[in-house]
């Protein structure tokens, strides 16, 4: 942490990196592509997610002291820290994480754990661009479709699950996920090599499915 003033050195934290000598073919190293990843800044909290730890981690704003990490290769895919909603850091990736901002616990992702290792298939669906906090949901891209989510997560005597709230169709209008912008009524969408706008009063919304009662 720099001075705005005169740019002296405030605190300075130290963080484990990771070896990149290590040669294991079953290490995650999707950490490397958080390059445009900016720190988060949460009332007292820095939260960070350097390209290279496989950790996500909490700074006290004020000292630098260490608050909360996360474990190792726990969320190493998250590449993308969307917020903060309902007292949870959302991270994305791959998955969709909801961690207790003030404790690092991780409550729920979407979807259910799956190992994605190189050269393994990925989970499915999976985050394809960076997703949005809009009002108490999250937006959340993947290549065919935006799902949205209750930025709360439901307990269950197993844990916490989190609440598929609708589905907005890609596929059907012939564009795919990307980067996500909200504003002024309208709906963008960076794709590798597009810009969409979809006004999102036309925007066609389908229900999420929801699973049979059990008996």
């Known amino acids: ?20 000598q290590n040669e294991n073919p079953d ?14 800044l949460y009332r007292d909290l820095v939260i960070v997610a350097p390209l290279d730890c ?28 969307l917020g903060v909603g309902d007292d949870h850091l959302i991270a994305s990736g791959d998955y969709l994480y909801w961690f207790d ?15 994605s290792l190189p050269g393994h298939a990925k989970p499915l669906p999976h ?9 108490k949901h999250v937006y959340w891209p993947t290549r065919e479709s935006i799902l949205v989510f209750d930025q709360r997560v439901r307990p269950e005597v197993l844990g916490r699950t989190p ?20 504003h002024d009524g ?9 810009l969409l706008v979809f006004d999102t009063h036309e925007t066609r919304i389908e229900p999420q499915p929801q699973p049979a009662p059990s008996e």
Request: charged residues 20%; proline residues 4%.
């Open 1 to 20: 942490a720099l001075s705005s003033t005169d740019g002296t050195i405030q605190w300075l934290t130290e963080y484990p990196r990771v070896d990149f």
């Open 27 to 40: 290490r995650n190293t999707q950490h490397l592509f958080r390059d445009l990843t900016p720190c988060l």
């Open 54 to 81: 496989d950790r996500l981690f909490a700074l006290d704003a004020n000292t630098g002291i260490l608050i909360w990490a996360s474990l190792p290769e726990q969320a190493a895919d998250a590449i993308h820290l």
């Open 101 to 115: 901002v003030y404790t690092g616990r991780l409550k729920s992702q979407f979807p259910a754990p799956h190992r």
């Open 127 to 135: 985050g394809y661009g960076r997703g949005i906090l809009v009002d």
């Open 163 to 182: 609440e598929a709230v609708r589905k907005i169709d890609l596929a059907a209008r012939g564009a795919t996920g990307g980067n996500l912008i909200l």
């Open 186 to 194: 309208s709906l963008l969408i960076a794709t590798q090599d597009q």
